[in-house]
């Protein structure tokens, strides 16, 4: 949260968008346990004196494997979970020893399961502040974000089910000595 500086910000702290002075692509995919993966790509472009930045993450298993109760296979299915992702960052005040900056992304969620799935939306907030030093430590970064505003799924069954997706707090800092 306080060195989210790069194109994952939109995802962790879109307050960091602010620091980035350069287009910036990210992309990630990372095998998990019983055949899960998640991936992630992002692209963020500044135009002073903010920075936008779109995103995508999925986190699902492929080929899942339906079977009748007496084990014949049925066919196979996929269990997929994409966030899409449309942030901003602005500095809001910049002196030689503090920095305040803040951001918001837009979220879509879409969840396919078999043959149903569910869609909705939430936002994140985030800030984030350095305070620049001299000597040893060059600076230190304290940054906070909220995830998942108002966010709800809502689901194509016959009841409409609808699901909250919690709302997350994050806190951290960062010390960057010089070297």
Not at 73 to 87: P, Q, R
Not at 95 to 107: E, I, S
Not at 117 to 124: E, L, N, R, V
């Amino acid at each position: 949260v306080a060195l989210a500086d790069d194109a994952t910000a939109t995802f962790w702290n879109p307050a960091g968008l602010a620091q980035l002075s350069t287009r910036e692509f990210s992309a990630m995919h990372a095998l998990i346990f019983e055949d899960r993966a998640q991936n992630f790509i992002g692209f963020t472009y500044p135009i002073s004196p903010f920075s936008i930045s779109a995103g995508w993450m999925r986190f699902g298993v492929n080929d899942i494997q339906e079977r009748s109760p007496n084990g014949e296979l049925l066919g196979k299915f996929d269990d997929s979970e994409n966030l899409f992702l449309l942030g901003s960052g602005y500095s809001l005040l910049s002196k030689p020893t503090f920095k305040l900056d803040v951001g918001l992304t837009a979220k879509y969620f879409y969840h396919s399961l078999h043959e149903y799935h569910a869609s909705g939306y939430g936002i994140d907030l985030g800030v984030l502040s350095y305070f620049h030093l001299t000597g040893l430590v060059e600076r230190i970064g304290v940054g906070a974000a909220v995830q998942n505003l108002g966010a709800k799924l809502k689901w194509n069954t016959e009841s409409n089910h609808e699901d909250n997706i919690p709302v997350a707090f994050r806190l951290g800092t960062a010390i960057h000595i010089r070297s």
